[in-house]
Structure formats: structure tokens, C-alpha cells
């Protein structure tokens, strides 16, 4: 971490990319920002309606027709935009060119550009200086990658709440309560010989209670906008043959979607993914979750878990048919024990196979207490009913308390629960009567992982990874 951000101009050379994607398009768009590109522009742009004061003479979002040369060769027709800090995209001096699609004459005149001062702007670039030049915060930085991104209209919503800075405005409020009270604690330090308290230990721990719980309802909304984003994580497990392949199949039949998340966050592969009624249900990492029961039998218990841990939703597949289902329910029971919390669902296949599947149905439901359901994953029976248990096991997970406070990103998921624990330490050194000032490095570092989040805080390879994701002139 290196302090606060205050906003700074950016030296150096100004940069350039183009903005739309690679391919034939009627039109394009390449754009530079930074010191001087109002210049670089005039000298290669030539208006079609003389006379004209020149462009860097010129007020912002003004908008020019004319050609781009360079030297005695045409490169383009092309409309010129320009925009004068702070009024643009990245609060600094801008220029954005429309000119014709495809690669070609992009390419031209981003060489054009390249050729005249500019430099090639790294992937997130321009984003990266709104924010280091103070116009946005981080959380709206992240918010462009995900309104990019975003393949679903839930995902598009968020992102535009994001933008929109309501949990900004949240986090920032909270951490300037978190900074008053460390700012007593720190006070209290510098007149240590006078043994004074700024603020009463009781009306700091009630303070911190306060701001705890805020933070507690903010890691809540992350499990519920994650759910709204991407589906409910279903895992399918089971012992080899149990049937999984086949009910996977199934379920995902005509319905099938396959939904690919950006990458960096949480998933960067293809999952697949189907919706009944409303809800979208992820099939998530399949592949090592049809492994996890016989590591659970082999590997021990721990390990496997570890897979099951993410799931929302766990259907527990046994083959109906199999004589001995003893190891199974103690499997059952360990699964519920270690995740009270993740919703279970026994799913008894192969009822096709064996007469006596009823009574060991209600058998395994009287054992492990929980639903049992029968279905032939291979015939297609009971599969309406397994989906609409799903449905109503599931209902409600994603309602919200509060739409304009989500959290939906994993960094920030996990800087809240760092702040949280250390909002927790604080309190705990409090109530052991410890001394001001480990108290007040807990509250110092719960304010960093909150500041991380809006980028109140830098942290260098915060920024490197987000901005990694953007593409090259956003
Ligand atoms: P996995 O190892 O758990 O993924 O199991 P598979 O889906 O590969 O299924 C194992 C075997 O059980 C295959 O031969 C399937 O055709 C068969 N199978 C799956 N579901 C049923 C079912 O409902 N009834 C019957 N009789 N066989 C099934």
C-alpha cells in the first residue's frame, strides 16, 4: 500500500488505441488522451471547411469533418471530437476520431498517431487514468469492465448500480466513521503521559458494533448479488456411476445455455448453465466435483470439501439400485454437518432398477433428515419434480435487502471480510483491556481494506489485476 490517491495529472507521453473492435464495421473509433493531443491533432487532421481556428484552439466537444493525412497521403475521411479536461473520459485532454471500419485503416491511423507522439496505450488504460486522475473511483473502474462484459441483463443492472456510485457512497460514509474513532484512538496515543480517553471504551465498542453489522450486511449482499449475476452454484456429487453425467445431461437438456464469465473473476472458463422459472442454476465445476465423493471415501474428508465449499446448492446423487447405501448416509451426514448452511438435496436414481427404492427412500430421509428424491435420470422421471424442489429449496437466497449497497465482486467480498475480521480483533483487544495502540493498528488496517476498495487505498497490484482485464482502448 502506498497512501492516498489524490488525484495527479499523468506524465509522459500521451497515449492512443483504437476503441471498437478488431473487424469490419462501418465505422470506428480511435482515441488518444493526455498532454498535447489536441496539437498531435492538427497536424495530422486537415478540416474540409476552411477557415478554421485550429483544434487546440478549439472549445471542448467540438466536432470537425475533414481528412487525416500524413504528409501528402490521404489516410481517411474522418469526424474529429474533441474534449478538454476535465470534461472527458479520463478528465485529461482527448481526442476521439471516428473513421471507417476495419482493420486496416485503423490500423493506419492509430500508426498515424503513434508516428506523431503518441504512444500504444496498455489494455484498461484510459480507465486507469479516469481513476488515477480522480474522475472515478474504483468500484466504478470495475463497474465499465463488468458493464462490458455483462451477458445478462441482471449483470448489466448491477454494473449500472455500481456506476451509479451507490456503494461507493456507502463505503466511503463507513470509512470515515472508522476514521473518526481511529482518530481518537491516535490522539489518545500522542498524549499518552496524561493517561487520557478521547472517547469511552464502552461508546467505542458500541461504535464498532454499529459499523460491524454495516459490514456484515454488505458481505451478506454479496451471496445474493452473485446469485442474481451468475446462478445458483449447484454441484452435482456423487459416487462414480452414481448417475451424474447422465442427470447433468438431463437437466441442462433442451434448456441448455452455456454463459462464459469474464476473465479474472471468479470463473474464466465456460460453464453451463439452465433456467427454471426464474432462477438460473450454474452447474459448476463439474468436472471436479464428480471426482469429490470417492476422495471423500479415499482422500479423506477435508480435502474434498474444499470443492464443495462454493456450491449454493449440492444435489447428493446415489444409485437406488445398490444394496449398501450405509457409508452413504454417514457421507450425507458429514456433508450437512460441515456446511449447515449450503442447501442439500438427496437425489435417489435409478428408481427404474430397484422395487424396494420407496422404502429405502424413506429410509435414508429418516437417517439423514433430509428431503430425498427419486428419479431415473436415464428415463427422464421425476426430473420436474427435482427442478421444481430445486426452484423451492433455492427461493429467496437471491432477495434483496438492498439494491443500490451490492457487493459483487470477490476483491471486494474479501477485503470487506479482512475488515470485518479486523473490526472483531478490535473489539476483542478492547474487552481484554489491551493497549490504545494495538487497538488502533486493528482499526488502521480494517480502514486500508475498506479504502482498498474505492482505491481510497493503492495498492499497486490491485490495480494491475483490474486493469489487466479491460482490453486495449477502454
Ligand atoms: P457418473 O459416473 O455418476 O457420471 O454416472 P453416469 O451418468 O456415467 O452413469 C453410469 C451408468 O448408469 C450409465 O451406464 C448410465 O446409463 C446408467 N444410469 C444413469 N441413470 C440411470 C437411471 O436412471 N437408470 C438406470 N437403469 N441406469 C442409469
Known sequence: MSGDASPQPLGGLPVAAIATPVGVGALAIVRMS?????????????????????????????????RLHDGGEMIDEVVVLVFRTPNS????????????GGPVVTGRVLQ???????????????????????????????????????????AYRTAVTQ????LSKKLDTLRERLLESCALLELELDFSEEDLEFQSRDELVSRLGTLQDEVARLIDSYRQGRLL??????????????????????????????????????????????????????????????????????????????????????LYLMDIGEEDYEAEITTVRNIAAEYPATKLLVVANKTDRSASAGERMRNIGEETGRPVLGISALHGEGLDALKREMNAMTEGLDKLHDASVLVTSLRHYEALR??????????????????????????????DYVGEITGKVVNEEVLNTIFERFCIGK
Open 34 to 66: 493526455g498532454e498535447g493531443v489536441l496539437s498531435i491533432a492538427d497536424r495530422v487532421f486537415q478540416a474540409a471547411h476552411e477557415p478554421e481556428t485550429p483544434l487546440s484552439a478549439s472549445p471542448g466537444y467540438t466536432a470537425r469533418f475533414g
Open 89 to 100: 473520459f479520463t478528465a485529461e485532454d482527448m481526442v476521439e476520431i471516428t473513421c471507417h
Open 112 to 154: 498515424l498517431l503513434l508516428d506523431n507522439g503518441c504512444r500504444l496505450a496498455e489494455p484498461g488504460e484510459f480507465t486507469r487514468r479516469a481513476f488515477l486522475n480522480g474522475r472515478i473511483d474504483l468500484l466504478q473502474a470495475e463497474a465499465i469492465g463488468e458493464m462490458i462484459h455483462a451477458r445478462s441483463e441482471s
Open 163 to 166: 456506476l451509479e456510485g451507490g
Open 229 to 314: 449475476r451468475e446462478g445458483v452454484a449447484t454441484a452435482i456429487i456423487g459416487r462414480p456411476n452414481a448417475g451424474k453425467s447422465t442427470l447433468l445431461n438431463a437437466l441442462l437438456g433442451e434448456e441448455r445455455a452455456i454463459v462464459s464469465h469474464m476473465p479474472g473473476t471468479t470463473r474464466d472458463y465456460i460453464e453451463e448453465c439452465f433456467i427454471h422459472e426464474k432462477t438460473m442454476f450454474r452447474l459448476t465445476d463439474t468436472a471436479g466435483l464428480r471426482e469429490a465423493v470417492e476422495e471423500i471415501e479415499h482422500e479423506g474428508i477435508r480435502r474434498s470439501y474444499e470443492k464443495i465449499a462454493r456450491a449454493d446448492l449440492i
Open 418 to 447: 479482512n475488515a470485518r475480521d479486523a473490526l472483531q480483533n478490535a473489539r476483542e483487544l478492547i474487552d481484554a483491556q489491551s493497549e490504545t495502540e494495538l487497538i488502533a493498528f486493528e482499526l488502521r488496517s480494517a480502514l
